[in-house]
C-alpha cells in the first residue's frame, strides 16, 4: 500500500506528497475551471497517469522480449465535458515506438499497454481510443 498525503493550499491549488519516496508535485485548478492553471489540475493527472502506466507497462513487455522502447513516448488529449456533470470524457491515446518492429512484437507491445491498471481502472463511460504509430 501506497500513501500519499495532499494538503489543500489555498487558491484551488494543492501539494501532494508521494510517502514512499517524499517526492512532492503540485496541482492547481484550469482557467476553465477557477484556477490559474499554472500546473497540473487533478484530471490532467488522470491523463498523465494513463500515458505513464501504458509506457510502463509496455516497457516490462519489452525488457521481456529483449525488445529496445527508450525514446518511445506517448501523447494523451484530455477532452472534459460538463453534461451531465463536469467529468473527463476522452482521453485520446497516441503512442509511437520507433525501431524495426514485428507483428508479434507490435501485437505484445500493444496488449501490454491496453493491460495497464490506469486503463483498466477508468470508467467505461470515459472513451480511451489509442493509436500506435510503429517505426516512428
Not at 508535485?25 to 487533478?42: I, W
Amino acid at each position: 500500500m501506497v500513501a500519499i498525503s495532499i494538503t489543500y493550499e489555498g487558491q484551488l491549488r494543492t501539494r501532494a506528497i508521494h510517502g514512499p519516496s517524499g517526492t512532492a508535485l503540485h496541482t492547481d485548478a484550469p482557467r476553465d475551471n477557477h484556477g490559474r492553471g499554472e500546473s497540473f489540475s487533478p484530471t490532467d493527472l488522470v491523463a498523465t497517469a494513463l500515458g505513464s502506466c501504458m509506457l510502463t507497462i509496455m516497457g516490462i513487455a519489452a525488457n521481456k522480449l529483449k525488445i529496445a522502447m527508450e525514446g518511445a513516448t506517448v501523447t494523451v488529449e484530455k477532452e472534459m465535458v460538463t453534461s451531465p456533470v463536469r467529468r473527463i470524457g476522452a482521453l485520446k491515446v497516441v503512442i509511437r515506438v520507433s525501431g524495426a518492429l514485428d507483428a508479434a512484437q507490435q501485437q505484445a507491445l500493444r496488449d501490454a499497454a491496453l493491460s495497464c491498471p490506469v486503463h483498466q481502472s477508468l470508467h467505461p463511460d470515459v472513451a480511451i481510443p489509442v493509436e500506435f504509430v510503429w517505426g516512428a
